[in-house]
């Protein structure tokens, strides 16, 4: 246990902070998951939506460093990939 005040503030601040940061990562996963659904069925009006939606939470999360810049750039690419290989 804490042992002042302003440590157990610091506690209850930490733990909000790091739910927040999983439900941010998570929705990141859950995006690109949706997105390889899309591609696997073949469906490019939701494959659209997906990406869209995908590259908005991966942005979001970079934006709130829950994920590095450049890891961002790497999944929207990885996304961009996956969803170039459909029209082809």
Known sequence: MTTSLSSAKRARQNEKRR???R????AVKTAIRRVDQAVAAGKKD????AIANA?????KAARSSVIHK????????LV?????????
């Open 19 to 21: 739910l927040a940061n």
């Open 46 to 49: 939701e494959v659209a939506k």
């Open 55 to 59: 590259f908005r939470s991966i942005d």
């Open 70 to 77: 450049n890891t961002a750039a790497r999944r929207k690419a």
């Open 23 to 26: 439900a941010r990562a998570s």
């Open 80 to 88: 961009s990939r996956k969803a170039a290989a459909l029209k082809a």
